[in-house]
């Protein structure tokens, strides 16, 4: 499910930058900023996150300076807010020049983009770990790269009917932030394809503590879609994996989800996006803008990279399905 797009805004279809040139040498550092959505412990951006920053140090032929923000702004939009931290941002790095920024998530995308001219208009960017409809694909700069994931709900809700062929009711939890909301919205419209088969019952109105109290009561036949939870109804910020463990603890039914930053013993498995997969991807785009000494005449995306691979769905036991596990879900990604 993971798509490595590189895109120019000049033209109407998706563009790739190419870059080429030696590296530079390798005494001299790279400065690397890392602009997280909500913070660095916030799931799936975190596992992402950590695979990058550990395949750039890996691998890359130069020192490296990362550096990592969190703005608490990007939680809520606050417009005077987000001012104030553009210029914050501008006048940190005034003596510092930045090789690269890499995005993380759809919040910080939106934040680079909303403010590109003002936010290092010059500085490489790559938008990676946001999946490609919460990119402005018109507003990209011949300095921003894309690698995006995409989502396919209608792939997940699938996948519980292939392992819960019996399933009467599918219970999803998600939050209440703006980019929950929007989400909330998409898996809605993906939902109508299956009212004939499920009821569905969302939790985006509840605290998570109401969460809790109603997904422990939960009759037989039903099922858990984990979308995200970082901020709930009651505005509880829930950093990492706590939130996903408490409910598996008193769930009444398995749980599903699509992140592989979420696998575990607390998830089903099914279709997934693989955090390993989608990091060296991004992590390879990032180290070459770190090597090219000038970018090519924009061009179209060859059709050599266009081609589609077969990850293997990774199925990991939980709640009162382990037997399940058998089955093959696969995913797959377009390089």
């Excluded at 923000?69 to 001012?83: K, Q, W």
């Excluded at 919460?134 to 792939?155: E, G, K």
């Excluded at 979420?262 to 997969?277: K, L, N």
């Amino acid at each position: 499910m993971t798509k490595v797009q590189r895109t120019c805004s000049a033209a109407a279809i998706i563009l790739c930058l190419s870059f080429v040139g030696p590296a530079a040498s390798a005494a001299e550092p790279k400065r690397v900023m890392m602009l997280h959505s909500f913070g660095r412990e916030f799931g799936p951006w975190n596992e992402y996150a950590k695979e990058i920053r550990s395949e750039l140090e890996r691998q890359s032929s130069w020192p490296l300076v990362i550096t990592d923000h969190s703005p608490i702004v990007l939680r809520f939009r606050e417009e005077g807010a987000e001012t104030a931290y553009v210029e914050y941002l501008r006048a940190l790095y005034a003596k510092h020049r930045l090789d690269l920024i890499i995005s993380l998530g759809a919040p910080a995308a939106g934040f680079v983009q909303r403010h590109r001219q003002q936010l290092f208009p010059a500085t490489p960017m790559l938008f990676t770990a946001v999946e490609q409809r919460r990119v402005q694909y018109s507003d990209l700069t011949d300095n921003d790269t894309v690698v995006a994931v995409v989502h396919d709900y209608a792939a997940v809700f699938g996948s519980i009917l292939r392992v819960l062929p019996d399933t009467k009711i599918v219970a999803m939890v998600n939050g209440k932030s703006l980019l929950e909301q929007y989400w909330e919205g998409e898996i809605g419209r993906a939902a109508k394809a299956f009212e004939n088969r499920f009821a569905f019952r969302s939790y985006n109105v509840f605290s998570f503590e109401d969460i809790l109290k109603d997904a422990a009561a939960l009759p037989p036949q039903s099922a858990i879609l984990w979308e995200l939870m970082s901020i709930d109804a009651a505005g509880t910020v829930h950093e990492g994996n706590a939130a996903l463990k408490r409910l598996h603890s008193v769930a009444n039914a398995p749980i599903f989800s699509y992140q592989g930053a979420f696998f575990g013993p607390e998830i089903v498995g099914g279709p997934m996006h693989s955090v390993a997969v989608g990091a060296r991807r991004a992590a390879a785009v990032a180290l070459r803008i770190l090597g090219a000494k000038r970018r090519a005449t924009s061009r179209s995306l060859p059709a050599d990279l266009q081609i589609r691979s077969i990850i293997g769905g990774k199925c990991s036991a939980g709640a009162s399905v382990r037997a399940a596990c058998h089955l093959e879900v696969r995913s797959h990604s377009a390089i």
